[in-house]
T-cell receptor
Framework: EAGVAQSPRYKIIEKRQSVAFWCNPISGHATLYWYQQILGQGPKLLIQ????????DSQLPKDRFSAERLKGVDSTLKIQPAKLEDSAVYLC??????????????FGQGTRLTVV | AQSVSQHNHHVILSEAASLELGCNYSYGGTVNLFWYVQYPGQHLQLLLKYFSGDPLVKGIKGFEAEFIKSKFSFNLRKPSVQWSDTAEYFC???????????FGSGTRLSIRP
């Protein structure tokens, strides 16, 4: 089966600019996650969707980050304006998980963002 | 707060040595546990998972992990490592079905040929 697709793979922007990342999850996966992975650290959850509803966005810096999952499939994550500390790899993952089942998350290749 | 701790930041072993990477999780309720691996230049891949049942879980590439509830631990083991096991290893946990997956800080494993 096709995996989680993310684009772009790499992005370099200047601080205060905006940037958007796109994710296409595995077909049929209800749950979609966006993680931020700073160099040398583990992935940190930014936002979790189940279908097109937000389950958890407690660690999303809402003053600059936004995400949406239209029609419960693809998702976009936006940063506006970007700061130097936003330099990281942004990972998208999806899973079959619903409120009544457990399953693992499958990850995309990630988008490496460099803010200069 | 729910958290996952990995004790070793960087482990260096020779080929054929045995491996054990530590992982502890917080919270005493129902937990789902995972080990993910990230090979250089590749995406995160699942090594193994524990949801319930036999606490000794076998995964891909000869890895296994043991869930010890009394110790809140889920250590990863492999009896004999290979150079190709060089990678970053992440322990992760979720605390109910469909809840967020929380990752540890990762352990970088380097294997000397």
């Amino acid at each position: 089966e096709a995996g989680v697709a993310q684009s772009p793979r790499y992005k370099i922007i200047e601080k205060r600019q905006s940037v958007a990342f796109w994710c296409n999850p595995i077909s049929g996966h209800a749950t979609l996650y966006w993680y931020q992975q700073i160099l040398g650290q583990g992935p940190k959850l930014l936002i979790q969707f189940q279908n097109n509803g937000v389950v958890d966005d407690s660690q999303l810096p809402k003053d600059r980050f936004s995400a949406e999952r239209l029609k419960g499939v693809d998702s976009t994550l936006k940063i506006q304006p970007a700061k130097l500390e936003d330099s990281a790899v942004y990972l998208c993952a999806s899973s079959l998980a619903t409120g009544h089942s457990n399953t693992e998350a499958f990850f995309g290749q990630g988008t490496r963002l460099t803010v200069v | 707060a729910q958290s996952v701790s990995q004790h070793n930041h960087h482990v260096i072993l020779s080929e054929a040595a045995s491996l054990e990477l530590g992982c502890n999780y917080s919270y005493g309720g129902t937990v789902n546990l995972f080990w993910y691996v990230q090979y250089p230049g590749q995406h995160l891949q699942l090594l193994l998972k524990y949801f319930s049942g036999d606490p000794l879980v076998k995964g891909i590439k000869g890895f296994e992990a043991e869930f010890i509830k009394s110790k809140f631990s889920f250590n990863l083991r492999k009896p004999s490592v290979q150079w190709s096991d060089t990678a970053e290893y992440f322990c992760a946990a979720s605390y109910s079905s469909a809840s967020k997956i929380i990752f540890g800080s990762g352990t970088r494993l380097s294997i000397r040929p």
